[in-house]
């Protein structure tokens, strides 16, 4: 009895020490990149620091000046307006991601039944979505060309004067989004649709059908609620992308302009470290990106645990 | 068959057809309108320069400029950067495969004290954005003196907590009777995993290696942030300072973004089916 026992703790002893064996490449990693950069930046948060000169501790100040308001000639102003402009900008361009995923089921929908030249059809529709990045942006810049881009003189052709896409306030972000909207919408979202689409058990349709119902009504009461996880799924991600995107694309063709209405919140943080060698101020955005996206993840998870039908 | 019975399956009949040239007219739509564009960068990159700035615009060039081609690869060193995409990228993926499926095996197969808190962190970790580690490594490498080396490039990320994820669920849905007779016979775990886990977890690596490498392939932000040397860009940064020497210079542009497409795509069409499937195995098991 006692040699068994111990026989087994030595050999579960074994298996620990090769656990950590196995573990230790990966451990090593996740701590020299993941686990002491997060408290470090938190800490980093708290300084004033140019990399050069010694660092300095500033208490709250970075994020007085981040989250802050000021009274100025009787009216409060932000201490810091850019950040909520740029915040702002944020929100618009993740305006697109319901467009998207509209235009996603959309594709999918046409795609989930016996047709001929399927794979011809999906090759295509993914070109985007593989090519996407600095490539496909200078190609949208030259697509944006106010006088001779392919846009504006599509729209010539029906007598439509198009905007100075990319040089105007207005437009700047409309076109980044339809831009993000020709590049994913065919690309992981529809494919991930499609195969809910095929996941769906035909009895159900079947039994819609005997209880009478069109097909707008099997839409609603089937097809939708059954794909509500994917739904669910790539909502989240989108959004938690949505949250840190922005920066390729309007670097390469807006640098962040004009008069700032294409910079995101990424590029606030990229300008302030990278640029300006604001390391504490970065951070300090950087924190609050963190903390914003982790209520909203959260708030997802509470109402979406509701919504979805699994 | 009755009358009314034959009537029925031949309207059902007339009914799908209708639905299927509608879905084709929906499809092909869809389908000019992602072409276009390309077809459009095609157009341009083998136009004259002035060519470009007519109105109404020629689709087919007259007359047909190639030489843009070997005037955009040599305009910047392409070949270098053509080198360091898949050198930074094929090391990125062996490093985050192999360091995932390693911890992923202990996690899914090991017992240990400290495994579920552990693998708990990992989780959370996963929701953090890389903004908020960025800064910090940056800082890490600069004291290190590897900013503006393959180091700064590949090291950082050659560890992913969504990797061993993946593959810790994967792992955890094989079966263990293989294991269980492999132990018997005096197999070593790591002996386990190189002959067990890994040859039954293919589907799962192969997503993994695809994402990865893609993910590497595209990345634009880490690049551009440490490395300075045009010897060291990796593609996206390198045509990205392309852009900023020939600004409106669209014939070339063009060209120099076709021949940094161009094998992605035929990569693409080659493997597309693999491709498919590891979408849908990463975001079931994900």
Known sequence: MQIKRIRSWNKQRQESTAAYAFLFPNFLGFLAFTSLPVLASLLLAFTDWDILTPLKWVGFDNFIKLLGCHKEAGHIVANDPLFWKYMGNTFYLMLAIPVGMGLSLILALAMNQKLKGIVFFRTIYFLPTISAGIALYMLWRWIYNPDFGLINNLLAKIGMRGPDWLSSTTWSKPALMIMGLWTSMGGYNMVLYLAGLQGIDPELYEAAGIDGANKWQKFWNVTWPMLTPTTFFIFIMSMMGGFQGGFDAAYVMTGGGPAGSTTTIMYYIYNNAFQWFKMGYAAAIAWVLFILVFIVTLINWKVGGKLVHY | ?286
Request: glycine share 6%; net charge positive.
């Open chain 2, 1 to 286: 068959m009755t009358q009314a019975a034959i009537k029925s399956t031949k309207e059902a009949k007339t009914k799908s057809t209708m639905k299927k040239i509608l879905s084709y007219i929906l499809l092909s739509l869809f389908g000019v309108s992602m072409i276009v564009p390309f077809l459009w960068m095609v157009s341009t990159s083998l136009k004259e320069p002035g060519d470009v700035f007519t109105y109404p615009p020629k689709w087919v060039p007259a007359p047909i400029i190639w030489e843009n081609y070997p005037k955009a690869w040599n305009a910047v060193p392409f070949a270098r950067g053509y080198m360091n995409s898949i050198f930074v990228a094929v090391t990125v993926t062996f490093g985050q495969v192999f360091t995932s499926s390693l911890a992923a095996y202990a996690f899914a197969r090991l017992s240990f004290p400290g495994r579920d808190k552990l693998f708990l962190g990992y989780l959370g970790t996963m929701m953090i954005p890389g903004a908020v580690t960025m800064i910090p490594v940056f800082i890490l490498l600069r004291k290190l003196g590897w900013i503006d080396t393959y180091k700064a490039l590949i090291i950082p990320s050659m560890f992913s907590a969504y990797g061993t994820f993946m593959l810790r669920q994967f792992f955890m849905s094989l079966p263990t009777d293989l294991e269980d007779a492999a132990k018997i016979d005096g197999c070593s775990l790591f002996g386990i995993y190189t002959k067990i886990i890994l040859p039954l977890s293919k589907p799962a690596l192969a997503t993994l290696t695809i994402f990865t490498f893609m993910g590497s392939w595209m990345s634009f932000m880490w690049p551009l942030i440490v490395t300075n040397s045009m010897e060291l860009k990796t593609l996206p940064v390198m045509l990205a300072s392309f852009q900023g020497l020939y600004t409106t210079d669209w014939t070339l542009l063009m060209a120099g973004s076709i021949i940094i497409l161009s094998p992605i795509i035929v990569v693409f069409i080659l493997g597309q089916r693999y491709f498919v499937e590891g979408i849908k195995l990463g975001a079931i098991k994900g």
